[in-house]
């Protein structure tokens, strides 16, 4: 019944939250590598801090005449510094498959796993259609982010393990294109509404993990090959599930 009433409650965050964001970035290695246990089911609350070269600024074209995507020749680019997410794990023998929320996305998050080895990928769950931007800022111009990471564990006892990974995986961040006539309109501070895209980035990296019980520490590098920036995540996941159905919730 509680497992129900979980995957009702999922469902309906996906279809409101649907068209809001296409951005993902990587989830947590840990809480994936967390899901082979003797259970079918688990759930995980991961928050997630993101430093480094991050983008917090305004963009201008000097090159007038040769306007950006739509007209545009303004963009407010920013970057989300932190992210708050919620996966809900089924495994079957080797294989898990997550379905989540990472702030404003929802996500898939299938792959392979085992106590020593996984697999993971992952992708927005967002249709695809024109939500980023096919102009000259770093897009490829179609609306995926998602990506595959390998991870190799070390169980340390029955309780502590510790993990490294490596990713390859396509990220975003948003931003609002503006055009010089103000044609989305005046906002409540007196700014220009334009249209709000995302800018779409290939991203290589490595994390490690220390994972104890119910809770795990994750500290992740990221270098942005299209934008060549550099990128730190630090996150804390809280993973729990349930036993069986007559008997009460227990962490792990």
């Known amino acids: 019944m509680v497992r129900k009433i979980y995957s009702a409650v999922l469902a309906l965050l996906v279809f409101i939250l649907s068209g809001c964001s296409i951005v993902t970035r990587p989830p947590s290695a840990a809480a994936f590598m967390n899901s082979y246990n003797k259970e079918f089911s688990g759930h995980a609350i991961n928050f997630a801090y993101y430093s480094g070269e991050l983008v917090y600024r305004k963009i201008y074209d000097k090159k007038h005449e040769k306007k950006l995507s739509g007209g545009y020749d303004i963009v407010d680019s920013y970057e989300w510094n932190v992210d708050f997410s919620y996966t809900y794990f089924l495994r079957k023998s080797h294989f898990t498959v997550g379905f989540g929320i990472q702030t404003f996305t929802p996500f898939l998050q299938p792959g392979f796993v085992s106590e020593y080895f996984g697999v993971m990928g992952w992708s927005c769950m967002l249709p695809f259609g024109s939500f980023e931007d096919k102009g000259n800022w770093k897009t490829d111009g179609f609306s995926f982010t998602g990506g595959i990471s390998?991870?190799?564990?070390?169980?340390?006892?029955?309780?502590?393990?510790?993990?490294?990974?490596?990713?390859?995986?396509r990220n975003g961040r948003e931003s609002r294109w503006k055009d010089s006539e103000c044609g989305g309109g005046m906002g409540p501070t007196g700014a220009c509404l334009g249209e709000t895209k995302s800018i779409l980035y290939?991203?290589?990296?490595?994390?490690?993990?220390?994972?104890?019980?119910?809770?795990?520490?994750?500290?992740r590098y990221g270098?942005?090959?299209?934008?060549?920036?550099?990128?730190?995540?630090?996150?804390?996941?809280?993973?729990?599930?349930?036993?069986?159905?007559?008997e009460k919730w227990i962490w792990k």
């Open 223 to 246: 270098r942005d090959i299209s934008e060549n920036r550099n990128r730190f995540t630090l996150s804390l996941d809280w993973m729990f599930s349930k036993a069986k159905p007559q």
């Open 202 to 219: 290939t991203e290589v990296g490595v994390g490690a993990y220390i994972s104890y019980k119910s809770f795990a520490l994750e500290y």
């Open 150 to 169: 390998v991870i190799q564990q070390l169980p340390l006892d029955e309780n502590l393990r510790i993990g490294v990974a490596e990713h390859l995986s």
